[in-house]
């Protein structure tokens, strides 16, 4: 039973084909998702997501977002996804910096937003370095 | 009859708007394929994102979250994504007039582009903020004004949060479009968009919604994380519609100043030669007139050795300064071809009499 692979960010389609396996990092801890799997809907922290088509494990840095999980497919939704020949290592790494000095320098009480949005790029900063580390 | 010089200084000038509208039509152009495109990937994150909210939607009790109860008071919040630069036609205008007839005068406006700031400003409305997007959108500066959107409404300043922007439905047709961004209505919310535009055509119910989904990790967590998220998105796809309807009808309008230049440059250049052709013609016909003067003083006092028949164009030019009336007999040399042909059968006529 094949299992199709969709992963959709905000500004195009970035992969769409069938893979052997897909391992997802829920908000819950890493999901692995085989061929049939039951249904389910689950949210996604940044972090890194693999896939297995024809032997090979390919690695991308993905966003928070959602995916949704069928019998036969997988659906990603996703505010970023990133290979890693597109991860800018020094770039991420100087995002993480910025948005670290923005934390300290904010109210974290009364900017509970701004907080949580600062700890999100430099999560997602993260996923990318990761990737990126694993691979050189 | 206009001045000869006057209606070649008009060409010119029409000539230089011609190619200015020309070329802004040319970028138009591109970059109108580019928001459109932009409108068009977005439509598959569209349906994703309304897939899962679909499915959501037979998991949760309706009304329990804030962003999708409905609210008694009547305080209301509209965004109005106009354009930065003018040209575009009546897309201002027209969005002007509908914000104008939907909203009440206790509307209080967020604004991005300056065209509708600068007139919202003038009539003394409330404006709360502003924002500048960049060209083409960046997913990314979506995010700033959601989020004020949202804020503004669960901190209780706003009851309904609106906003109004020119939907792009053809290249032709750009329509003032207002939707209700806030609360999210729960009949609303997974079923079909009401963009018909390049960028939302959801079908929703792509999903079997009896499948039995299973939530991580909850319903209302994964409910709590795509409300903003939806949100979102639909401030982007507004901008991003409102980007595809500027470029168009900037082009459409620019298409439709250049044809205008073309058909002014046509009448312009008409006018110019029927004016030069009056000029030579009355010309002519003054050297005509002036004959038996030119003969009776001018030529017949010159010594006859200087009278070779081949020096009649110096004789000519000769009887022009000498005579009474304002010739300029530059201009007689100046003239094509034609004139100038015409201009020596006449002076062949002319030969034997002198």
Redesign the interface.
């Known amino acids: 039973m094949p299992l199709h692979l ?1 992963i ?6 970035v992969f769409s084909d069938t893979v052997a396996n897909v391992y997802l990092p ?3 801890g890493e999901l692995g998702i085989l061929p049939a799997h ?6 996604l922290a940044p972090g890194e997501l693999r896939y297995e088509k024809d032997g090979v494990v390919t690695a991308l840095a993905i966003g ?3 995916a ?1 999980v ?1 019998l036969e497919k997988v ?1 990603i ?1 996703t ?1 970023m996804a990133l290979g890693d020949d597109q991860i800018d290592a020094a770039a991420a790494e100087e995002a993480i910096q910025r948005a670290e000095k923005q934390l300290l320098s904010i109210d974290h009480a009364a900017e509970i ?1 701004e907080v949580a ?1 600062l700890r999100l790029q430099i999560a997602k900063s993260l996923a990318q370095l990761k990737i990126k580390r694993r691979h050189h | 009859m206009a001045n000869l010089r006057d209606i070649r200084r008009r060409i010119k000038s029409v000539k230089n708007t011609a190619q200015i509208t020309r070329a802004m039509q040319l970028v138009a152009a591109a970059k109108m394929k580019k928001a459109q495109d ?1 409108a068009i ?2 439509r ?2 569209a349906n ?2 309304n ?2 909210l679909v ?2 939607k037979a998991n949760f009790e309706e009304e329990t979250h804030t962003l999708l109860q409905a609210r008694q008071g009547k305080r209301e919040l509209m965004l109005v994504v106009s354009t930065d630069k003018g040209l575009c036609g009546a897309l201002n205008t027209n969005l002007f007039k509908k914000v104008r007839s939907e909203s009440g005068d206790e509307t209080h406006y967020v604004t991005v582009g300056k065209k509708l700031r600068t007139i919202l400003s003038k009539l003394g409305k409330e404006m709360i903020a502003d924002f500048e997007v960049k060209d083409p959108v960046p ?1 990314a500066e979506a ?1 700033p004004i959601s ?1 004020f959107l949202t ?1 503004q409404f669960l901190d209780g300043h706003y009851d309904k949060i609106s906003i109004a922007f020119n939907n792009f439905v053809t290249v032709m047709n750009q329509e003032p479009t207002i939707i209700q961004l806030l609360p999210l209505s729960s009949e609303t919310v997974g079923e079909a968009q009401e963009f018909e535009g390049v960028g939302f055509s959801v079908v929703p119910g792509a ?1 079997d919604p009896s ?7 909850s319903p209302m ?2 409910l709590d ?2 409300l903003p ?1 939806y949100i979102n ?1 639909q401030v ?1 796809q507004t901008l991003v519609e409102s980007r595809a309807s500027e470029h168009s009808a900037r082009m459409v309008a620019m298409k439709a100043a250049t044809d205008n230049a073309k058909k002014f440059i046509k009448e312009l250049t008409l006018e110019y030669n029927k004016a030069r052709q009056a000029a030579i013609t009355s010309e002519l016909l003054e050297i005509t007139t002036k004959e038996p003067s030119f003969r009776s003083s001018a030529l017949l006092s010159m010594p006859t050795s200087h009278k070779p028949a081949t020096s009649l164009p110096f004789s000519m030019r000769w009887k022009f300064v000498t005579a009474p009336t304002a010739w300029k007999p530059l201009s007689f040399w100046k003239c094509n071809n034609t004139s100038a042909m015409a201009g020596c059968a006449l002076l062949r006529c002319l030969r034997p009499m002198a």
């Open positions: 969709e959709v960010t905000p500004e195009k389609k829920g908000a819950d039951g249904a389910l809907v689950t949210a928070n977002g959602f949704e069928t659906n939704l505010d937003e949005h | 932009q990937a977005g598959d994150y994703q994102l897939e899962v499915n959501l997913f995010r989020r804020k999903v499948k039995d989904y299973k939530f991580e990790p967590e994964v994380a795509l998220l998105f982007y």
